[in-house]
Nanobody, 126 residues
Framework: QVQLVESGGGLVQAGGSLRLSCTAS????????MGWFRQAPGKERECVAA????????YYADAVKGRFTISKDNARNTVSLQMNSLKPEDTAVYYC???????????????????WGQGTQVTVSS
């Protein structure tokens, strides 16, 4: 059974940092692009960061550029999101996702992703 499991969410004060991790099981995701999305209450799920299958190319939403860093470890079948200088507007449920296109490119479209984790809550207090 293929699973993506996120961890590392929590409550942090504005200006603080969190590191989210997503561990894949059931198959290797080393050849697939992956992404991190977030969804705040009453808002659409949006892509905050994405990486190519190798980790060599990345995408960041304007709102997080310069503060978040996505990294992919193909040997460990994981993808991480380092979040620094957090703001209250970063509060959301964060999801990792995998796009099942072998050696595929980056996409920020949620419809392009096949596997999703269950999400982890990030709350940033002011």
């Amino acid at each position: 059974q293929v699973q993506l499991v996120e961890s590392g969410g929590g409550l942090v004060q504005a200006g603080g940092s969190l590191r989210l991790s997503c561990t894949a099981s059931g198959r290797s995701f080393s050849a697939f692009p992956m992404g991190w999305f977030r969804q705040a209450p009453g808002k659409e799920r949006e892509c905050v960061a994405a990486t190519s299958w190798s980790g060599g190319s990345t995408y960041y939403a304007d709102a997080v550029k310069g503060r978040f860093t996505i990294s992919k470890d193909n040997a460990r079948n994981t993808v991480s999101l380092q979040m620094n200088s957090l703001k209250p507007e970063d509060t959301a449920v964060y999801y990792c996702a995998a796009r099942l296109v072998t050696y595929g490119g980056i996409t920020r479209e949620k419809g392009d992703y096949t596997y999703w984790g269950q999400g982890t809550q990030v709350t940033v207090s002011s």
